[in-house]
């Protein structure tokens, strides 16, 4: 069986079972709507424009925050892994940031940070920042001890050593911090949301949720961002089999 | 036979079970009706009245035993429409935006019979027309609820729109941390909430109510429209009792206080602040005839409609009719 014809019998199968779900359960739309009413519900969102526009602030932050948290994640595993000095003291502040939930941290960070696109941005990549720096520390330890002083023998500096054996070897797991990370982002990105934005579908999940009792519509949100993560996880996929596994 | 939940469902499904889930209906030996109350928010004094009935007989002098859950307030209706709690705390507008989109809520009797969103700034900045609020920078949770409904009430009312203000969102509720680090000029808030936090902070404040702007009704209890159907007597019981407790609190706060304290352990580590939130609630729980044991004002409703009509967020097509029931507790 290819990959599209197994990921689409799952997906039948998935849509299957939500329907029988509503139908033994015999729940009002406004507690579990019918995957056809979503499908429904959707169109119209599209077709107003309302689903684009918030679809389109989302992707943003996404993107952004999983950049900047990314790139930020890997100079700072890069350095937890090389120096065992920087990892004492930067990891109890790292783990600890981690251990604190954003969602309560994130309204000061809006205020923090004015509030607009930079703010989201922040929160985003904070929460993609820890996963890929752990990812990156252990990948950078993993390298051959005994290639690495082979490269020092032969005179290569520790830039030498960093960039053509630890940062190499270490790519599949930066990588999986990578897939990590991405789906994270846009958790991320709707939890900015909630701290403060007018547009994004953390936004028109509130609106619906709250302001309209507009259950379909709440689906249609969480349904889309379902596939913004399932598509950047696939973009990730696809450039760690052309980077790693050329 | 109670509808089986998602996880029944799932598991049936899993097992292949032939049968649906067993049942399990009420207890056959229970002196008391057992109902659960939803309330919105969180644990707070503003509840007080719930916390009363709780502890000093109120409502088990009605035969009832209430268990009191506190849930997002959307969820509130979903849960009392689905039958899944007998009682909720909502508000009016939020009622009318909810029957309209098809959730059977009704509402039953008023909680507070002043509206209690208000704008709020430093003192002297605020404008005491609506039209004085063009240009202003206003922090809101969003647009969605009770505020963004006063708030574009009070914009039409002085011949504006949202694109005559910057909105601020602040989906958290902090819209007074927004204040008071200068990032709005105004903000929308619960008098008996919001403009005592500022004070507290050592921020003078004023106010620019709705009450006499564009009449909007306050929270109130709302039922399923199938325990209305079936059970009237049950729902005037809770409903009465409620106003009784409602009542003793606005003549004894401290008897409040108390309860509030009993529920709410929290309450003491700054039982001024409790103690001022409650005063300030009790002002609002009464209109400018006195508190009314909870009747609807069925006129305030119609006007209200109307208004919700106007501002495009209900669309005419469930009558307020059918999502008040004034006959409950009694209104006019």
Redo the contacts between chains.
């Keep these: 069986m290819t990959r599209v014809a197994a990921a689409l019998l799952s997906l039948a199968a998935f849509l299957a079972?939500w329907k029988?779900?509503t139908l033994?359960?015999?729940?009002?739309?406004?507690?579990?709507p019918a995957p056809e009413l979503v499908a429904s519900r959707g169109a119209r969102a599209i077709a107003s424009g309302v689903l684009w526009q918030h679809t389109g602030a989302t992707l943003l932050e996404v993107v952004l925050g999983f950049g900047l948290g990314a790139v930020a994640a890997i100079a700072a595993g890069i350095a937890l892994g090389k120096s065992v000095l920087i990892e004492r003291v930067l990891s109890p502040y790292i783990v600890a940031a981690q251990a604190v939930p954003i969602l309560a941290l994130?309204?000061?960070l809006?205020?923090w940070f004015?509030?607009g696109l930079l703010a989201r941005v922040i929160i985003c990549a904070l929460i993609v920042f820890f996963p890929i720096a752990i990812a990156t520390m252990v990948g950078i330890r993993s390298a051959d001890p005994l290639l690495a002083e082979m490269l020092r023998s032969l005179g290569a500096g520790p830039s030498q050593v960093t960039t053509r054996l630890e940062i190499p070897s270490a790519l599949p797991v930066i990588f999986g911090g990578l897939r990590v990370g991405v789906t994270l982002a846009v958790i991320g990105a709707v939890v900015a949301?909630?701290?403060?934005?007018?547009i994004g579908l953390g936004?028109l999940i509130?609106?619906a949720?709250?302001?309209?009792?507009?259950?379909p519509l709440m689906f249609v949100a969480l349904v889309t961002l379902a596939v913004i993560g399932l598509t950047f996880y696939g973009l990730v996929l696809a450039v760690e089999r052309r980077v790693v596994h050329p | 036979m109670p509808?089986?939940?998602?996880a029944i469902?799932?598991l049936?499904?899993l097992l292949a079970a032939c049968s649906p889930a067993a049942s399990s209906g009420p207890s056959a030996s229970a002196a008391l009706r057992h109902v659960t109350l939803l309330l919105g928010f969180r644990p707070d004094v503003q509840f007080a009245p719930y916390y009363v009935g709780q502890q000093d007989g109120y409502y088990a002098d009605a035969g009832l035993e209430v268990t009191i859950e506190h849930k997002?307030?959307?969820d509130v209706?979903?849960l009392v429409?689905?039958g899944q709690a007998e009682f909720g705390v909502a508000d009016a507008t939020?009622v009318m935006?909810?029957r309209t989109?098809?959730?059977p809520v009704v509402y039953v009797s008023t909680l507070y019979e002043r509206f209690p969103v208000a704008i709020i700034g430093r003192k002297g900045t605020v404008p005491s027309d609506p039209a004085g609020l063009a240009g202003k920078k206003i922090g809101t949770p969003?647009?969605?609820?009770s505020s963004?409904h006063a708030l574009l009430a009070l914009l039409a009312a002085g011949g504006l729109g949202e694109k005559d203000v910057t909105?601020?969102?602040?989906?958290?509720f902090?819209q007074a941390?927004?204040l008071a680090?200068g990032?709005v000029d105004l903000i929308t808030g619960f008098r008996n909430n919001e403009p005592l936090r500022l004070e507290a902070q050592g921020i003078a404040v004023d106010l620019l109510t709705i009450d006499q702007i564009a009449p909007l009704p306050g929270p109130g209890t709302i039922v399923g429209q199938a325990l209305l159907d079936s059970d009237p007597d049950l729902v005037r019981r809770f409903a009465q009792a409620t106003a009784r407790a409602q009542r003793a609190v606005i003549d004894d706060p401290d008897l409040g206080l108390q309860a509030a304290k009993v529920s709410v352990p929290a309450i003491a580590e700054d039982l001024d602040t409790a103690r001022a939130v409650l005063e300030a609630t009790t002002v609002l729980w009464a209109g400018e005839s006195g508190f009314g044991d909870g009747a609807i004002d069925v006129s305030r409703w119609r006007k209200a409609y109307d208004i919700m009509r106007s501002l495009g967020f209900i669309d005419g097509s469930v009558p307020v009719e059918q999502m008040i029931a004034p006959s409950i507790v009694g209104g006019g």
Excluded at chain 1, 193 to 198: D, K, R
Excluded at chain 2, 3 to 6: D, T, Y
């Design positions: 079972l029988v779900v033994i359960g015999g729940y009002p739309d406004y507690i579990l994130a309204p000061l809006d205020i004015g509030g949301e909630w701290a403060g934005a007018s936004v509130n609106i949720n709250q302001g309209l009792f507009d259950t | 509808r089986p939940r998602l469902s799932l049936a499904l997002q307030a959307p209706q979903r429409a689905d939020d935006i909810a989109s098809g959730v969003g647009k969605f609820g963004w909105i601020r969102e602040y989906p958290q902090n941390d927004g680090a990032d």
